[in-house]
């Protein structure tokens, strides 16, 4: 079945540490997606990219990068710069049409803490 | 800006009752409009979805209708279940700019008792 793959599930950080969460998808889509979720402030864009070799930030990035080397992964690093990065990560993909019809399609997402 | 307001939660039912969760959004011109579900521990599930106006999305007895002229698109169902309990998330896809630009509400808590 086509979809959408994070891991790991759970990831603890210490202090002053970089930890990379890993996004698969297998849907051939072309833009794929790095949202943050904490209780209470519903989703908000860290990343998204449309096309290989390229990525744009979105309304939270300070603190994080991506890469985007190959269609099917898009991994998140959550650098030491980011002061308060515990938070349910959630990746997303979707077609590009050129509409805004199109869903994205949702991986079970990654808990980051701190230790 | 575009933004989406949803009623706050938790929201609370027994079984069987009738469903509305409160949507509204401000955008530039016709966006699409979606509501996605949130299972515990899970990530967000497409649920319905409307490209225009006055179409109806439905799914799995939801139903939500797009709404021009109240710029709405609530969430309703006539008869919830337990498994029915989830976060409930409405979201819009500006016109222009593809799905890239999706914005999201902060989602309404439902809990279903038996």
């Known amino acids: 079945d086509g979809g959408i793959t994070q891991s790991p599930k759970y990831l603890f950080r210490k202090e002053g540490q970089n930890v990379t969460l890993s996004c698969e998808q297998n849907l051939n889509h072309d833009a794929m997606y790095w949202y943050r979720q904490d209780p209470g402030q519903g989703l908000r864009l860290i990343y998204y990219s449309q096309i290989v070799n390229d990525f744009q930030k979105g309304d939270i990035a300070e603190g994080y990068s991506v890469s985007r080397e190959k269609k099917e992964s898009f991994p998140l690093t959550v650098t030491s710069a980011q002061k308060n990065p515990t938070a349910f990560y959630l990746c997303?993909?979707?077609?590009?049409?050129?509409?805004?019809?199109?869903?994205?399609?949702f991986g079970d997402g990654t808990r980051l803490s701190i230790l | 800006g575009n933004s989406v307001t949803q009623m706050e939660g938790p929201v609370t039912l027994s079984e069987e009752a009738f469903l509305t969760i409160n949507c509204t959004y401000t955008?530039?011109?016709?966006?699409?409009l979606f509501w996605y579900v949130q299972y515990p521990g899970e990530g967000l599930q497409l649920l319905l979805k409307a490209t225009k106006a006055d179409d109806k999305g439905s799914n799995k007895g939801f139903e939500a209708t797009y709404r021009k002229e109240t710029t709405s698109f609530h969430l309703e169902k006539g008869s919830v279940q337990v498994s029915d309990s989830a976060v409930y998330f409405c979201a819009l896809a500006p016109l222009q700019g593809g799905s890239e630009k999706l914005v999201f509400g902060k989602g309404t808590k439902l809990t279903v008792n038996p």
């Open positions: 955008a530039t011109g016709y966006p699409s």
């Open positions: 997303a993909s979707s077609p590009m049409t050129g509409s805004s019809n199109q869903p994205q399609h």
